[in-house]
């Protein structure tokens, strides 16, 4: 059994960007297939992202915001109560009116030392933290 709390978490399980702050909760080694993160996305910005190697799901527990898909230029409000998921690896803009918090599971699950690239997406990492391809 896996047991942690967000006030305990290691430092690095911790990252920051201009935009959020994510506290990874549950990372690829420990083999559950998925990786669970809960997510700060800061008041007034905006985030373009691209998973184009992993699908994610985001379930937004405080805050409101929306996010746009790229593509298409649909829009979708996001509130208290309201999940998202990026079944087809979607280009899209997140948006925070306010400060959201956010419920995060990416599969395959996040090694933890990725950093976002210029498109927005994560490079998949081997075991040991280095790009795969």
């Known amino acids: 059994?896996?047991?942690?709390?967000?006030?305990?978490?290691e430092p690095h399980r911790v990252?920051?960007?201009k935009t959020w702050i994510s506290r990874r909760l549950v990372l690829r080694n420990d083999q559950m297939g998925y990786s669970v993160h809960d997510t700060i996305i800061k008041a007034g910005t905006e985030t373009h992202l691209h998973y184009k190697n992993h699908l994610e799901a985001v379930y937004c527990i405080q805050g409101k915001g929306s996010v746009e898909?790229?593509?298409s230029g649909e829009t979708f409000v996001i509130e208290a109560g309201t999940i998202y998921a990026l079944d087809q690896n979607d280009d899209h803009?997140?948006?925070?009116?306010e400060e959201m918090r956010m419920v995060c599971v990416f599969n395959p699950p996040l090694h933890?030392?990725?950093t976002h690239g210029p498109d927005g997406a994560y490079p998949v990492l081997d075991d040991d933290g280095n790009p795969i391809g």
């Not at 047991?3 to 978490?9: A, N």
């Open 1 to 9: 059994m896996i047991v942690r709390k967000l006030s305990e978490l």
């Open 15 to 17: 990252t920051e960007g």
């Open 69 to 71: 898909l790229v593509e």
């Open 93 to 97: 803009i997140l948006r925070a009116e």
């Open 112 to 114: 933890g030392k990725e």
